[in-house]
């Protein structure tokens, strides 16, 4: 007999499009939650359009790495009919989620107060940029704009770095894991208070709380603290590819990477006998890494560094980390489906739970296919497929 998921039973209306809330509603998806995605008709997630224009988007990587397990129903919420059909689907549903910007759900009628009215059980999540009040909640809410303003983009390992936009989502996919375990806390309480409640998250905080250290050293210490700044640690050119050195965790971590290099113990010198003095004197200190390490390859000096436990990595690429074996072990590769282009290849779940493993249930969903068995399920009498 197979064990039920986690949120089986749980029905998710999902407004939500690009990627804070469908990395979201996708979690919900994966382990067992109905998300039924609602979309406008003719258009749907705006990143069903990403990469080149799709519609259907079942083609497209970036629709199809954020929407499995989802069932699409496509419909003008411009019309009153729709609008009434999706409100009575969230009339026997638990959780509705959105990213809009603040005020656009309350002017169809879908505010948080509308809804728990109807259905006082309701979980009410949203997504925004900065937050439901506050002098920026209608600013528009992206990635970049969040590490700008957030702090992330100002700090960079080595200052003489320009600053740069880090190129993966890190705001949409940390706000939207957060925005996970605002439902899930939520649909806890309801167990306890038979009570739904609003959950709202921001790409904003989700930032500050990721830099939740170094606000600490900051606030209480007066303290700049930056981990990739660290006098034993960076990224080193070889004569192959390149390395990532951390030098930590140890009594000495300096006299064993001299003795993984070969060349004299400069922990020895004042300059650099403590933390305190290699940081001072970081310049110095990496300009003899970078010396050193440049006279051999990515392999000999992975390999001496691990001999002394020093912690090292390869730098790799995306293709390459792909394809690695850990990737494979880990379940990290899931195929979701075919479509005439080959076969639908995404990344898993990094969750890995032994009683409910990650299943494709349903592939990403063409724009609208699931209208039929949606709306039929309502009233007869306000059901009509779109």
Known sequence: MTNPLPLDGIRVIDFTQVMLGP????VLADYGAEVIKVEKEKIGDLSRWSLGADPDGLNNPIFCS????KKSLALNLKSEEARAQVLELIDDADVVVN?????VMERMGMGYADLKARNPGIIYAVGTGFGLEGPNRHKGGQDILAQAMSGVMERRSDPELPRAIFSTALCDYTAGMHLVQGVLLALLQR????????VAVSLYSSML??????????MMRGRDLNWGAFPLTGVFETTTEPFVMVGAF??????????ALGIEDISKEERFCDFDAQAAHRAELQAIFKREFAKNSREHWLARLEEVDILCAP??????????????????????GETPAGPIRLVGSPIDMSAAP????QGPPRLGEHNGEILASLAPKKAQVA
């Open 315 to 336: 730098v790799r690429t995306l293709a390459e980390a792909l394809e690695d074996e850990q990737t494979i072990v880990n379940n990290m590769v899931i195929e979701a």
């Open 99 to 103: 990213n809009f910007r603040p005020g």
């Open 358 to 361: 990650l299943s494709v249930r």
């Open 23 to 26: 990395s979201c509603t996708q």
């Open 209 to 218: 709380a990721m830099q939740m250290q170094e606000a600490a050293a900051h």
């Open 250 to 259: 140890k009594e000495n971590p300096l006299r064993d990477i001299c003795n």
């Open 66 to 69: 954020l929407n499995r397990n």
């Open 191 to 198: 167990q306890k208070t038979g009570e739904g409640q609003q």
